[in-house]
């Protein structure tokens, strides 16, 4: 029979093995990630920064100026993001807190887990009250160029009840614009989402006009800007995550030739909004949604179109080029077609 002290020793080893390991696990998730479930466009597309800044699988986290996230994508582009001008008392939240949160269902399980992947958003801090911030993003290329991230991403990560309820994004320049829309369940048809726009098209608030939990939220997108501010408020507790694009088109050559990479210089029409107004989004899908906006390809390109990818994946010499594909579009970049009779 083993001893009252043997069990004891026995019960705080296994409970400090336990805590080792997990912090090990919680210390392994990315400072950003994609969204790898739901009915969200650009899932592919977005990196969301975590805010667990502690580690250890836990929201709460309060966001204080020069809280600083870094970042290396699978392409090598090293991001840093830095926060300034707090006001009020920012904290980390978990995207799925609250059951009725529309976040899981357009952008769900990213970091492929739903633990401390999923720290991305950042709430008003206490009930009823109104945070600000402003969140500085510098993307460092392989080949050593640096400069703005190619398009800052918001979106509402909770639920908005009412008009007391909001999250804000402004811009120093440009125009803010409306890319993307979600709603818990996918029910279209419950949808109640306010998009104020004011400061000449640079500031959009996002708020529900109606009444009631899980009737969606919407996906801003500001492009080429170092910085954004946002705001955020609650009836109680209210919270939105930021993310960003990263648009990069890898060579389809076999690996022998070396890894070429190239920027993609995307443009975004549409997404627009007459300034000062309210504008209600329609209760249609997201995908048939005629007042969001969309991405278009620069004019020159190799290849049909742009193969947008997190990472080069290369193939052996003499392999078939489409089995480098990583989204699914198999873009090859070469010329189609050619007629090389009328060539000279």
Same mark, same amino acid.
């Given at each position: 029979?083993?001893?009252?002290?043997?069990?004891?020793?026995?019960?705080?080893?296994?409970?400090?093995?336990?805590? &080792? &390991?997990?912090?090990?696990a919680?210390?392994?998730?990315?400072?950003?990630? *994609?969204?790898?479930?739901?009915?969200?466009?650009?899932?592919?597309?977005?990196?969301?920064? =975590?805010?667990?800044? %502690?580690?250890?699988?836990?929201?709460?986290?309060?966001?204080?100026?020069?809280?600083?996230?870094?970042?290396? $994508?699978p392409?090598?582009?090293?991001?840093?993001?830095?926060?300034? +001008?707090?006001?009020?008392?920012?904290?980390?939240? *978990?995207?799925?807190? !609250?059951?009725? +949160?529309?976040?899981?269902?357009? !952008?769900?399980?990213?970091?492929?887990?739903?633990?401390?992947?999923?720290?991305?958003?950042?709430?008003?801090?206490? %009930?009823?009250?109104t945070?600000? &911030?402003?969140?500085?993003?510098?993307?460092?290329?392989?080949?050593?160029? $640096?400069? %703005?991230?190619?398009?800052?991403?918001?979106?509402?990560?909770?639920?908005?009840?009412?008009? +007391?309820? !909001?999250?804000?994004?402004?811009?120093?320049?440009?125009?803010?614009?409306?890319?993307? *829309?979600?709603?818990?369940?996918?029910?279209?048809?419950?949808?109640? /989402?306010?998009?104020?726009?004011?400061?000449?098209?640079?500031?959009?608030k996002?708020? %529900?006009?109606?009444s009631?939990? $899980?009737?969606?939220?919407?996906?801003?997108?500001?492009?080429?800007?170092?910085?954004?501010?946002?705001?955020?408020?609650?009836?109680?507790?209210?919270?939105?995550?930021?993310?960003?694009?990263?648009?990069?088109?890898?060579?389809?050559?076999? +690996?022998?030739? #070396?890894?070429?990479?190239?920027?993609?210089?995307?443009?975004?029409?549409?997404?627009? &909004?007459?300034?000062?107004?309210?504008?209600?989004?329609?209760?249609?899908?997201n /995908?048939?949604?005629?007042? *969001?906006?969309?991405?278009?390809?620069?004019?020159?390109?190799? #290849? =049909?179109?742009? @193969?947008?990818e997190?990472?080069?994946?290369?193939?052996?010499? #003499?392999?078939?080029?489409?089995?480098?594909? /990583?989204?699914?579009? @198999?873009?090859?970049?070469?010329?189609?077609?050619? =007629?090389?009779?009328?060539?000279?």
């Open positions: 029979m083993k001893t009252p002290n043997f069990q004891r020793q026995t019960h705080l080893i296994l409970l400090f093995l336990s805590c &080792f &390991f997990n912090s090990i919680f210390a392994q998730v990315p400072d950003a990630d *994609k969204a790898t479930t739901g009915s969200g466009l650009y899932k592919d597309r977005i990196f969301w920064l =975590n805010w667990d800044l %502690n580690k250890d699988g836990v929201a709460g986290d309060l966001i204080v100026n020069g809280v600083t996230k870094t970042f290396t $994508s392409a090598g582009v090293i991001y840093q993001a830095t926060i300034s +001008n707090v006001t009020g008392t920012p904290k980390s939240s *978990k995207s799925y807190d !609250y059951s009725g +949160n529309n976040f899981p269902d357009g !952008y769900g399980n990213i970091g492929g887990n739903t633990g401390a992947g999923n720290i991305v958003g950042i709430n008003n801090g206490c %009930n009823a009250c945070s600000t &911030f402003r969140i500085t993003i510098t993307a460092n290329y392989p080949n050593g160029i $640096s400069g %703005n991230v190619a398009a800052f991403v918001i979106g509402g990560t909770e639920t908005l009840a009412s008009t +007391n309820e !909001y999250y804000q994004l402004t811009v120093p320049s440009g125009t803010v614009r409306y890319m993307d *829309k979600y709603v818990k369940n996918n029910n279209w048809a419950n949808t109640s /989402i306010r998009l104020d726009v004011s400061n000449s098209g640079k500031t959009i996002v708020t %529900n006009p109606g009631g939990d $899980s009737r969606g939220d919407a996906l801003l997108i500001a492009e080429d800007v170092p910085y954004i501010d946002a705001q955020v408020k609650g009836g109680g507790g209210q919270h939105f995550g930021i993310g960003f694009l990263e648009d990069l088109d890898f060579s389809d050559a076999p +690996n022998s030739y #070396g890894k070429a990479t190239h920027i993609v210089n995307n443009s975004i029409q549409g997404g627009t &909004f007459i300034s000062p107004s309210q504008n209600t989004l329609t209760t249609t899908t /995908i048939l949604d005629i007042q *969001k906006g969309s991405f278009i390809s620069p004019n020159l390109t190799l #290849g =049909n179109n742009i @193969d947008v997190s990472a080069y994946n290369p193939v052996a010499t #003499g392999n078939d080029p489409n089995t480098d594909d /990583i989204t699914g579009i @198999d873009d090859e970049d070469g010329i189609q077609d050619i =007629n090389w009779s009328t060539c000279s």
